[in-house]
Nanobody
Framework: QVQLAESGGDLVQPGGSLRLSCSAS????????MGWDRQAPGKERELVAR???????NYADSVKGRFAISRGRSGNMVYLQMNNLNPDDTAVYYC??????????WGQGTQVTVSS
């Protein structure tokens, strides 16, 4: 089992920045993928960003150039730096973890609200 704990969600004005953090604990070993998904009110959950153990990344087109995903040196932390936020970024952001055997986990989520 893998447990994920997110933090960093907040209310921010358009154009502002936030940094989300996620800590993974439990059975973590071997190659795995961490990342972030989000779900806005009335919409399906969508992929925001992924990062592999060798730090390859991919992003949703809507966040490219504004968001940056990174991992901590210990490998059990993942961060999402979000810049130039706009109201369309308002959502619950979920930390994501995929094991070497493709089992997936999500955290409880952290609310990000972009509003003036």
């Amino acid at each position: 089992q893998v447990q994920l704990a997110e933090s960093g969600g907040d209310l921010v004005q358009p154009g502002g920045s936030l940094r989300l953090s996620c800590s993974a604990s439990g059975i973590i070993s071997g190659g795995y993928v961490m990342g972030w998904d989000r779900q806005a009110p009335g919409k399906e959950r969508e992929l925001v960003a992924r990062i592999t153990t060798d730090k390859r990344t991919n992003y949703a087109d809507s966040v490219k150039g504004r968001f940056a995903i990174s991992r901590g040196r210990s490998g059990n932390m993942v961060y999402l730096q979000m810049n130039n936020l706009n109201p369309d970024d308002t959502a619950v952001y979920y930390c994501y973890f995929r094991t070497f055997f493709s089992k997936e986990y999500w955290g409880q989520g952290t609310q990000v609200t972009v509003s003036s």
